[in-house]
């Protein structure tokens, strides 16, 4: 019970996977003519556009690839075939590593393609026409992070001056292999040194009206964060003189909308939502408002057009009102974040080490 309540917990959102990868036993060998076996096939992690980890997890719940074996020596076929290679088709974007952590291979591009278990060798004179069996192991798949958390907010909801009140610092812009994406990365800086990252992409939803998307490229770094934290203006927004005016509760749905259409397991990821600009006139009253619309959003979702409603409503982990430029609220929202992201770490190791422990007892009973 508990195994599924942490994946439950976890949501759909998948960001590292563990697979079983095996190459493909040789072929036997021929003694009395010398014939020599087929080597085994070989396991690669391919990267492919349009795919994601969760597809692979969907596909193959068993989460095993197997590569063919190779043929034996006949008096027919003298050398065996090879076996045939294996691929597992990955998104662009992912670190390959064994399962205690080393990397063996980055795919940055479409088409990068990383070996991951080799095939056993055909019998042969060296090997008295013995084969040998393919490598066998676990590997895992991590989607790379540019951040532990993604701002998620319209233009003029103060996301670049909320970052520069929690980081300290100016925050830094970044450049990654894998994307041509550039967001600017702020640094959160603990009493006990430990650092929490969040990035925040400038500019690329400027002008962009609420019913045109913001842009695929805003929402692909926004896969690549572990939580997301949102960011809304207490008083509500209007883009442009033509646009309606929509107040915070719209605003929290239109973004949920925007990452719900883009896909859909994002909404399924740990958030956080920040109202900020408490310093304006009437904000505690807006506040309240906003705190009973989210505590009911089924209630007030008439205030939303038909196709801008969300089909799930977002649960916040910690709705915290903060106003970047007096500081008010930001110390708060610091240990917020902490907290929510120790909670998810917590969990993780759990799952990690039940889903060993489960590997373990299941090997025992094969054994058996």
Not at 217 to 225: A, D, G, M, P
Request: glycine share 10%; hydrophobic share 40%; proline share 4%.
């Amino acid at each position: 019970v508990l195994h599924n309540s942490i994946l439950l917990y976890y949501g759909n959102f998948v960001d590292n996977l563990r697979l079983y990868v095996r190459g493909g036993s040789g072929g036997m060998g021929l003694p009395r003519l010398g014939g020599q076996g087929g080597n085994g096939g070989d396991v690669w992690v391919v990267a492919m556009k349009n795919t994601t980890l969760k597809r692979i997890k969907d596909k193959y719940p068993q989460k095993r690839f197997v590569a063919g074996a190779g043929a034996n020596s006949s008096v027919r076929a003298l050398k065996g075939e090879t076996g045939k290679d294996k691929e597992v088709h990955a998104p662009v974007g992912i670190t390959v590593t064994t399962d205690d952590g080393r990397t063996i291979g980055d795919l940055n591009a479409d088409g990068d393609r990383v070996l991951v278990a080799r095939g056993g060798s055909g019998g042969s004179l060296h090997s008295g026409f013995e084969p040998s069996k393919g490598q066998a192991r676990h590997i895992r798949l991590d989607l790379k992070l540019i951040a532990d958390l993604g701002l998620v907010g319209f233009p003029n909801a103060g996301k670049s001056s909320l970052l520069t009140a929690l980081s300290n610092a100016t925050p830094q812009i970044a450049n990654y292999a894998f994307t041509t994406l550039k967001p600017e990365i702020g640094k959160l800086m603990y009493q006990d040194y430990k650092q929490i990252s969040v990035a925040d992409l400038p500019g690329l939803i400027e002008g962009a009206h609420m019913n045109k998307g913001m842009g695929h490229k805003f929402l692909k770094h926004v896969e690549r964060t572990k939580q997301l934290l949102f960011v809304v203006d207490v008083c509500g927004f209007q883009l442009a003189s033509k646009t309606q005016f929509r107040s915070a509760f719209e605003a929290v749905q239109l973004l949920t909308k925007e990452l719900e259409l883009y896909k859909e397991e994002l909404v399924s990821k740990p958030a956080l939502l920040v109202v900020n600009k408490m310093d304006l006139p009437d904000a505690e009253d807006k506040l309240e408002e906003l705190q009973e619309q989210l505590e009911n959003p089924e209630e007030f979702s008439d205030l939303l057009p038909a196709d801008m409603i969300p089909k799930n409503y977002l649960t916040f982990r910690h709705v915290v009102p903060v106003s970047a430029i007096t500081g008010f609220g930001i110390n708060h929202l610091k240990s917020c974040i902490r907290q929510s992201l120790d909670e998810d770490a917590a969990a993780e190791t759990k799952a990690v080490h039940l889903e060993k422990l489960q590997a373990l007892t299941n090997n025992s009973h094969q054994r058996q």
